[in-house]
């Protein structure tokens, strides 16, 4: 086991990894740029270092300051959490070098996951459904137009190292396609420095279902079930919940099964995420692995008990999985998160500044995860979240229930936040009968949500 | 100066953290000094570690554990002399190699251009340079040390 | 500088948290020193719902849901007259029974011992009487409608 | 179901109700004396009414304000909480008579576990098996002597109508005895206004154990397992848990089955506790009955995943259990609860005050009970309990870690509170062991704990 740990983040989920190190017996140093001097994770990880200016160019993503940070202060391993340096196959290279665990799966899976097409051509040779499209990288918008013509339209192009909708474009129709092949090559290439393109058909108002996946270094891999992220804005999630309400029992346990093949052919190791589409006959399609823990993990472990952030610590450290996991891992009630962020709940515009009062819900079956407290900044940086709110309870009505009386008990004042706008969903007649899809924000009209769905 | 006019004033140190403020027009003067609220913005920019026990950051070093390493206790600056920062994470070296004679040291006066000492980053050794000329006052941190981002190094007297 | 600009300043110096003010003006000059403690403990004791949406108490009711019963939205009192009081929680009744005329209206002059209304509690009428000769300014509650400890129920001014 | 229900308490159990009432739908009336204008209690709550003055005298504990407050607001039921009126059988006959449910066991139950002598008459009449001693009220001095004699010394002399320690005297001798029952009846009759004295033999260096039951209308009872509360200062529980680390699951499961076999007979319904003595040779006997929601209740929630505070409403608005209550209901885990009181750690001396500064611990696994927020007033008229901090895991090794962590990160400036106390003893080898009495901090000598067990 590991004698010290080095979290390479900040915020709640750099808390939450100093609370499994605390747990394990494991020392933590927290690393922090200027900005977050009065952070809770640098109060509360047992050694801190400044490593760089406020913007994260310069420390938060500089590798060379977070691995001299590591080597000043001689841990065995760093976690990266999510976002940042997380999924960065350079990163995790350099920790192999310096003799530093980097807490992740290996530098060369974290490449064939983190390229689009590639991930795409492992899971569909491992029999996971991918969404009808090109064979690897398309050559040409002829060859677009024509794979389009096969699988029918609308399609949309994707950028192969792409992420956070740039490079992507929907087409209706082959008129448009060679105008909009080159806009998307163009962006692709200034994004991610690879101008590289595939093709998917596109699913009309389609649900964000993702399976979270554990493998050990002995070649184990279990499935802790799935979560339902499609409450999104922006392409950014907002809401989810675990189980699904629209995954059948049946549905995940051949899911399951499948992937947990996949993940062990390509040589899958510690906690990810395999994200699918819904089409609205139930149908699931891949579209991405995230290589890392995920913002949402606390939904998954309300319903299985199992904690995915020490489990990744002890992966890291060579325990196998029949020693982390129960045997068989069950799914029991219904738990849901709301992400709480410093944004104005129908603009969506960033509402950074200080929480002059905060008061956090508590009680029965309600969590939250938060680096926040009475008069912090939250600084213009860095994302916007502020907090995750998670409920749980035996059934989805419980948790939802749970969840309303914890929004209503959750204060904060100073700065604007998602609060009223998840009081909104959590009201709404679609939602709770879980009619929902990735479009749901934008069709209520409730806040400026793009329209194409990611 | 109109009742309007201090609102706005307090505001903007309620809002910058400024901790006192003082404004004269002609005979007209106003003198402000920010409270429990405003010292809490300087507070979020105070190093966090090294609270003294009746200091009134938010959570005292006094009921805490405090982290080891030291979160940059900014020290006493002398006769408020300016300080030169580490701009790298790393290792100090004082001297050029083991047993050689150290860059610097107090008393000695530098240009700009000249080594002040070596930070080792990921087994690189980075020169740190003089920006200007000045007399360095004295060292900060022991030979072999770590030192953070921003840490400070040297005081110097600038010429 | 008049004594209501200077009130005006001691609230800001409450609602904004400043510690120290000193405004001059030619000839004139006005130093305030917030109570530190004294402060926070008198915000701590304002009504905690009616608060205005600019006001600085904890959780202001701009962005909560305000308890729907007033939590004793104490009365704006005229000309800083003194109030008389509930001392139970019940339903206030203006008149020994409907129909009857109310036991006082404002401008009758009251002497000690007097019935000024009834508060009916747990199905007990409690007579509520006066404590010292006054005029009723204001009768502040409507017949009928129920009562906390402590609410106002009528302004007075003592003879 | 109710519309509209009364909390007749104040602080973290009313937070509690409050929310209860939320998740189920119904709104909720706050009281309040003058003291606790600025609580959340109040804050949250529906609507709130002041009562009374800061002495709990003239408001909380005054029947007729309260009643009145739940007139004025025409709510269907009052939710005593604990402490204050919640075991007093006129409050709950007054409710009664003015058409309002108590929720809570009905009045003449109240009254017969209420006295200490009748409940151990009806638990020893059920097979309960009770502590050898005195067959009811003792007449005299003299027929104490004889029992005495019987049983055996060392004896406790106890208040029939007794509670937190007062008219209880230990007595070792024959020749002590007669002095001490006099003091013990003088200081009862002055306590309770009621001289009545019962014997027991002392049970030395006892675990205090007790058993969560819940009944319904309709002659349903259930017993939710047991908490351990043996870790006392003063009589006064400081930290409990559930599972107890010495009951087997023969022993617990004997027991339930007897005690809801008592309880039935004796027409108890609604939530209540049942209190035993453990002797070093693991034979319990009881000791007495709280009639009302205990304060340590989250353990045997996070152990049983039951709603006791939910289940409480519904069965006082006629659910019959098998609608409220999971079948079988089963122990899962281990949690334990540490109360944060504004007490000096080492001498226990009283720290009302302002909390200058708060951070509450969260994430995975840790549940918060609590009404404060940083700046409010701990004001001096009420117990000194500041917040409910409780840790589950998949077992008590586990639920340590969380809790020691927990408490690492839990912050509480402006006034001294119990955590240094509880870090302490989450570090001793003997409660990390299971190996602990109620004389266990006293033997400590961690703070002024009485000497005699309560």
Known sequence: ?454 | MTIEEIKEIIQLLVETGVAEIEVQRGENRVWIKGASSGQDTQISLMPASPASPNSSVPYSAAQLPSPSLPSTPLPPIEDNLPVIKSPIVGTFYEAPSAGTPPFVKAGDTVQPGQVLCIIESMKLMNEIEAEAPGVIVKKLVDNGKPVEYGEALFIYRPL
Chains 1, 4 share one sequence.
């Open chain 1, 1 to 454: 086991m590991f004698d010290k740990v080095l979290i390479a983040n900040r915020g709640e989920i750099a808390l939450r990894i100093i609370c499994a190190c605390k747990e394990l017996g494991i020392r933590s140093v927290a690393v922090y740029s200027e900005a977050d001097r009065n952070s809770l994770h640098v109060r509360f990880a047992d050694e801190a270092v400044c490593i760089g200016p406020a913007k994260s160019a310069g420390s938060y993503l500089d590798i060379p300051s977070v691995i001299s940070a590591a080597e000043i202060t001689n841990v065995n391993a760093i976690h990266p959490g999510y976002g940042f340096l997380s999924e960065n196959a350079d990163f995790a290279e350099v920790c192999q070098m310096s003799g530093i665990t980097f807490i992740g799966p290996r530098p060369e899976v974290l490449k064939l996951v983190g390229l689009k097409q590639s991930a795409r051509e492992a899971m569909k040779t491992a029999g996971v459904p991918v969404l009808p499209g090109s064979e690897g990288i398309l050559k040409s918008a002829g060859e677009a137009l024509s794979v389009a013509g096969k699988v029918g339209y609308p399609v949309m192009l994707k950028a192969s190292a792409g992420g956070g909708g740039r490079g992507l474009r929907v087409v209706h129709s082959g008129d448009d396609l060679p105008n909009l092949y080159s806009q998307a090559q163009t962006e692709a290439a200034a994004a991610f420095s690879c101008g590289d393109l595939y093709l998917e058909k596109l699913v009309q108002d389609p649900r964000h279902i993702e399976f979270q996946v554990l493998a050990d270094l002995h070649g184990n891999v279990e499935i802790l079930g799935e979560r339902e992220c499609s409450l999104q804005r922006r392409h950014q999630k907002i809401l989810e919940e675990a189980p699904s309400p629209s995954v059948s029992p049946q549905l995940r346990q051949t899911i399951s099964e499948t992937l947990a093949g996949a993940m062990r052919d390509v040589g899958y190791t510690n906690a990810g995420t395999v994200e699918f589409l819904m089409d609205q006959q139930g149908n699931l399609y891949f579209i991405e692995v995230n290589a890392r823990i995920q913002v949402e993990h606390p939904v998954t472990e309300f319903v299985t008990g199992v904690d995915l952030v020490k489990s990744q610590i002890l992966i890291a450290a060579g325990e196998p999985l029949e020693q982390i996991l129960d045997s068989p891992v069950a799914i029991r009630g219904h738990a849901i998160e709301c992400r709480i962020n410093a944004e104005h709940p129908e603009t969506f515009a960033p509402s950074p500044g200080r929480l002059t009062a905060l008061n956090l819900p508590g009680g029965i079956g309600v969590r939250v995860d938060t680096a926040a407290y009475t008069d912090c900044v939250i600084p213009p940086y860095y994302d916007s979240m502020i907090a995750k709110l998670i409920a749980y309870g035996h059934d989805r009505a419980e948790a939802i229930a749970r969840m309303r009386r914890a929004l209503d008990t959750f204060v904060i004042e100073g700065i604007h936040s998602t609060i009223p706008l998840h009081q909104k969903i959590l009201a709404d007649p679609d939602f709770l009968a879980g009619n929902f899809h990735t479009n749901y924000l934008s069709n209520k009209n409730w806040g400026q949500a793009a329209v194409s769905p990611g």
